[in-house]
């Protein structure tokens, strides 16, 4: 069937192809490819989303019908990169898990100092390379990269912190 048989006119954009049925498993792969595995990603997302904003291993393992071993290395994980706290209350040997009231501050000054050990190794290869290889270039070009990143993150963050402040009424924090 033409475009004009359709109901539109022969300089009309075609119609896009119906998108493909999503494989999961697929799906699955995709993210833990990103560098962010499944399980921590589950816990983080149940303590982000929990109204006390703190959960016990017990209660993340009821919740995401996980293994108690499987969230004990989740958690570790999450600890590890800063985006989950441990915490414990006097008189209690439980510990409890949240993510910081900061963690995406917390998250990118993390990256932050990873990306300027980045910018420091790609210029130490550019130097090993040669800056007017082909390999050279690419390094010094992922060097440049970082740099302008690093650079621009603080930006970044002070813009956000007074996006919040308008939004809550002129109160500054840190996240």
């Known amino acids: 069937m033409t475009r004009a048989a359709r109901g539109g006119d022969a300089s009309s954009p075609p119609e896009p192809p119906p998108a493909p049925a999503r494989d999961d498993a697929a799906v699955g792969r ?9 399980m921590p990603a589950r816990v983080f997302a149940a303590l982000l989303t929990s109204d006390s904003g703190r959960l016990t291993a017990a209660d993340l393992a009821a919740r995401l019908q996980a293994s108690p071993a499987a969230v004990s290395g989740a958690v570790r994980y999450l600890i590890q990169i800063a985006m989950v706290r441990r915490e414990t209350e006097p008189g209690s040997r439980r510990h409890y898990y949240r993510t910081p009231d900061n963690v995406w501050g917390e998250v990118i000054g993390i990256r932050d100092q990873l990306m300027a050990r980045w910018t420091s190794v790609l210029r130490d290869g550019v130097d090993v390379l040669g800056a007017d290889t082909p390999a050279g270039a690419r390094v010094a070009e992922s060097a440049r990269f970082f740099e302008f990143v690093s650079s621009e993150l603080p930006l970044v963050v002070a813009k956000w912190r007074e996006s919040r402040a308008a939004r809550d009424g002129g ?5």
């Open 171 to 175: 109160r500054v924090g840190d996240g």
């Open 30 to 38: 995709f993210v833990e490819d990103l560098g962010f595995p499944r």
